[in-house]
């Protein structure tokens, strides 16, 4: 023991506890305990005195002391990590689904593995391998469509494993989901509550599960007001800003009867429905209201007016799907279709003020 060591009282920290390599046996040193005690005091477990576990935890922190996860992990059962695997290279339905999955999971001290599959079934084998070699205690899996993916390719066993923003066609598969259906319905509702009579609906692929399922709310608003639809109100298209202009030119050409309001299929179609009425010198809201879908602030809020839009709170179903796979990691079995609710966003497009919520479904 060199001169500067002698007398030192434990938990003073010298140059030597700042090397890298540090181990449990050198937080013990400092503290002037047992490896055990450290053990206890860095794991939560067994019964220390508050203030001895406090301190020891003090002196690892000081010391920039990291316990070999791995090692914790065998030794626990459980890695605290859970993976996430998406197809939505372009981040804009998944970035809010991670974030309020990190929410949820944060709280439990469970950190997310993320990768992107980019819709290739062989790359998702590989970062399905990869994640369960690192022990991760579940799976999540999303993608940029709601729509039925195929059958995982790997046999990940008993892990636990859930689908948000996507479905599995596997019948013991648990699958969280906005519900496209309520909120075209309440979009409809919406404009129908402001007095519209012709209501229109511009939407995109009828290939898509969620364009049927607005199709549906969208026609249940409808009947439940009295109203029939005009078949040719109906228009099905791309997800485009492009087809919105198409889509008034064919809703507003000589002859036709122009509609009063509009739902539309997605934002990008609102945005282009909002171009085409404006270069008609059709004001919107006064003679025409126009509802998107996604309340993506790219478009709602660039666009003029701003846009009226159906959220489909992502960030809430991520928080579910947060709480979801921690309770499936304690052992809880889930299965099914959950849809949870949508909400609708006001602004000047149907004449509200930005950011006006009204109601879930």
């Not at 290739?120 to 590989?126: L, S």
């Not at 039925?148 to 892990?159: K, Q």
Request: charge should be neutral; proline fraction near 5%.
């Amino acid at each position: 023991m060199n001169k500067m060591e002698k007398g030192r009282a434990p938990g003073e920290t010298t140059q030597r506890t700042e090397r890298k390599g540090l181990t449990i046996h050198d937080v013990a040193r400092e503290a002037g305990v047992s490896i055990g005690t450290v053990s206890k005091a860095l794991n939560g477990a067994g019964s220390l005195k508050a203030e001895t576990r406090e301190r020891v935890v003090a002196i690892a922190r000081k010391m920039g002391f990291r316990p070999n996860d791995l090692a914790q992990s065998l030794h626990r059962g459980q890695s605290f990590t859970v993976g996430l695997i998406s197809n939505d290279s372009f981040g804009r339905f998944t970035m809010p689904i991670l974030e309020g999955l990190e929410r949820e999971l944060a709280a439990e001290r469970i950190a997310v593995f993320m990768s992107n599959a980019t819709d290739d079934p062989e790359r998702e084998r590989q970062h399905i391998d990869q994640l369960m070699g690192k022990r991760v205690d579940g799976l999540v899996f999303t993608a940029r469509r709601a729509d039925r993916r195929p059958s995982l390719t790997t046999n990940i066993g008993d892990l636990p494993r859930l689908f948000v923003f996507s479905q599995n066609d596997d019948p013991d598969s648990f699958c969280l989901l906005p519900d496209d259906e309520g909120g075209a319905r309440l979009a409809a509702e919406h404009l129908i509550s402001l007095g519209c009579k012709r209501v229109a609906h511009v939407t995109g692929p009828e290939h898509f599960e969620a364009v049927r399922l607005r199709l549906e709310g969208y026609h249940e608003a409808l009947a439940a007001a009295g109203l029939s639809p005009d078949p040719a109100h109906v228009l099905k298209g791309v997800w485009s800003e492009r087809w919105g202009r198409e889509a008034v030119d064919i809703l507003f050409a000589d002859g036709a009867t122009a509609p009063d309001g509009i739902v539309c299929g997605n934002d990008q179609i609102a945005r282009g429905v909002l171009e085409a009425l404006r270069d008609r010198d059709i004001p919107v809201p006064g003679s025409v209201c126009v509802v998107g879908f996604d309340n993506w602030d790219v478009m709602t809020e660039a666009a003029r007016p701003r846009l009226t839009s159906i959220d489909m709170n992502l960030y809430d179903l991520g928080r579910e799907a947060g709480r979801r796979i921690i309770r499936m990691i304690s052992g809880e079995k889930f299965k099914g279709v959950l849809r949870l609710p949508c909400t609708l966003v006001v602004r000047e497009s149907c004449g509200g003020t930005p950011t006006e919520r009204k109601g879930n479904v």
